[in-house]
């Protein structure tokens, strides 16, 4: 079984400022890692992933995450954020099976003021 | 690009009554999910077709029973619909082990 934790539940951040938000997962198994991003009343969007190869992955909207095998972590970051960034963020985790489930974090809700 | 359909957006049920939820998935996707999203929580998974076989069964109640059709068409169907039963219901499609592409969701109102 996996499981995704979340540290942070909110983030605030002024316009333009750096964000980190934290991702820690525990699995028995090799896994895939996702960060998605929810907008009020919409569905999950990926932001980016990562399957295998460099452990610093680069996203849409200047979002990149890094893997950290040893810490187990997958820490999602922008170094300007925008106002148009304040959503929901998901950090997800799949075995490396095909047909196998995402297992969601609790999510962090980053809100960006100006 | 196609994306993930999922029909329809809006649903209002009365407790007690039964509400069928439909996901097409992105063509030639081979594996389908179903998340149920209360208001403030993370996705919950319910339950998962790969090839159209069950899979994967999550924190889905004996009321919701879910299958997969020959055109990779999928339907939740839920009975006996109480008022915690409101929430939005996600369907995602997979190719293999890519990521995975979520609908637009279908968020039921049980009165």
Not at chain 1, 48 to 61: A, D, E, F, Q
Not at chain 1, 88 to 107: D, Q
Not at chain 2, 61 to 85: I, K, T, V, W
Request: proline share 5%.
């Amino acid at each position: 079984a996996q499981s995704v934790t979340q540290l942070d539940s909110q983030v605030p951040v002024f316009e333009e400022a750096p964000v980190e938000l934290r991702c820690n997962y525990s699995s028995s198994v090799s896994v895939y890692l996702f960060w998605y991003v929810q907008y009020p009343n919409q569905g999950l969007q990926l932001l980016l992933k990562y399957l295998s190869g460099s452990t610093l992955v680069k996203g849409i909207n200047g979002f990149e995450a890094e893997f950290n095998k040893s810490q187990t972590s997958f820490h999602l970051r922008k170094p300007s954020v925008h106002i148009s960034d304040t959503a929901e963020y998901f950090c997800a985790v799949s075995p490396r099976r095909a047909g196998n489930m995402l297992t969601f974090g609790g999510g962090t809700r980053l809100m960006v003021k100006p | 690009a196609a994306g993930v359909i999922q029909s329809p957006r809006h649903l209002i049920k009365e407790k007690r009554e039964t509400a069928t939820l439909k996901c097409y998935p992105i063509p030639r996707h081979d594996t389908v999910y179903w998340y149920q999203q209360g208001p403030g929580q993370d996705p919950q998974f319910l339950i998962s077709f790969y090839e159209k076989m069950q899979s994967d069964k999550g924190s889905i109640p004996d009321r919701f029973s879910a299958q997969q059709f020959s055109d990779y068409h999928s339907e939740l169907n839920m009975s006996s619909l109480e008022l915690g039963d409101s929430a939005l219901y996600f369907c995602a499609s997979r190719l293999q082990n890519t990521e995975a592409f979520f609908g637009q969701g279908t968020r039921l109102t049980v009165v």
